[in-house]
Each structure stands twice: as structure tokens, then as C-alpha cells.
């Protein structure tokens, strides 16, 4: 249900709930699945983004994230929009378990002692996206084309999300 300031944040997180969100991806994307050869390419793409950006963000994860006292997992309200359940279900036939919780003190629910349990094609896109001030530092101390070519990257990656909603809702719909 709606709160009066706006949608519930985050979405789905009752399982029938959550299962109505994956039937309104799963039934159409069947009945109509060779239709969705772009929203497939699309998502192709997206992956082959994502992984290579994923490989810069451990880098920097990597001097950044071991020693913050301010974990954006402990503090943020993370979840999976349409957007990170269309992706995931048209790359690998199958979706998360369940919505993303917070824990009693707060933290997201896949937080672990040795980071985050999912792997980074599996986690939201907002898990992605969000860069700290330290790692924004990292990058800029690395020379004015790294942080240039990771927001390029990045900005790509938003654009074809976006492209493969809209390309999913025009097969389907």
C-alpha cells in the first residue's frame, strides 16, 4: 500500500507482493519471448557493462570500503527496482530470492563480516551507481580520465536500462 508522502520504499517486500512483481516480468516475457530480442540485446549489454565496470569498482572498493566508518550497507535503503529484476531475469532465467531487507541494527540484509553475499550482476544497480566521497578521492587521485570514464560508463549503463524497460514494456504490452 501507498503511504500518502508516496510509494512505499522499498517496494514488494511482503512475498505476495514480491511474487506479483515477478509474474508481471515472468508471464509476459514467456508468452512473448521472441519479442523481446531487443530487451535481450539490451540486456546483453547492460551485463557486458557491468562486468567491466565491476572490476574498477573492487579496486577501489577494495582501499575505500575496509576502512570506512560510515558503511553506506548500514545506512542506506537498498532494494531491487524493475529495472535490476528485468535485467537479472532476462541474463540468467531466474530471480532473487526475495526483496532486500534491513537488518534489526539497520544494515541491508546482505551484508556480511566479509562484505556484500551477492555477487555484483545480482545486486541492485543503486549497490553500482553510489560512489562515497573517499572512493570519488581514490578515483581522482588515479588522474581526471579515470573518474570521467567511470561516470561515461556509468551513464551508459543507466541509458540502457532504460532502453530495456522501455523496449520490454513495448514487447509485451
Not at 515477478?22 to 539490451?42: H, T, V, Y
Not at 553475499?117 to 553500482?128: A, K, Q, S, V, Y
Request: proline fraction near 6%.
Amino acid at each position: 500500500m501507498d503511504h500518502p508522502a508516496g510509494p512505499e520504499i522499498p517496494p514488494w517486500k511482503i512475498p505476495e507482493e514480491w511474487n506479483q512483481a515477478l509474474q508481471s516480468i515472468e508471464i509476459p516475457a514467456q508468452r512473448r519471448w521472441d519479442k523481446l530480442e531487443n530487451a535481450r540485446m539490451l540486456a546483453g549489454c547492460v551485463r557486458q557493462d557491468l562486468t567491466e565496470i565491476s572490476t574498477r569498482i573492487e579496486a577501489v572498493a577494495g582501499r575505500t570500503c575496509t576502512v570506512c566508518e560510515d558503511i553506506c550497507c548500514c545506512r542506506a535503503t537498498v532494494w531491487f527496482d524493475f529495472r535490476d529484476l528485468l535485467f537479472i531475469y532476462l541474463n540468467f532465467g531466474r530471480f532473487p530470492a526475495g526483496q532486500i531487507t534491513r537488518t534489526l541494527n539497520g544494515a541491508c540484509s546482505c551484508l556480511s563480516s566479509t562484505g556484500c553475499t551477492l555477487e555484483r550482476l545480482h545486486r541492485p544497480f543503486l549497490c553500482t551507481w553510489y560512489c562515497c566521497p573517499a572512493q570519488i578521492r581514490v578515483m581522482e587521485g588515479e588522474g581526471p580520465g579515470t573518474r570521467r570514464a567511470f561516470e561515461a560508463l556509468l551513464n551508459r549503463i543507466k541509458a540502457n536500462r532504460k532502453a530495456l524497460e522501455d523496449a520490454f514494456i513495448a514487447a509485451v504490452g
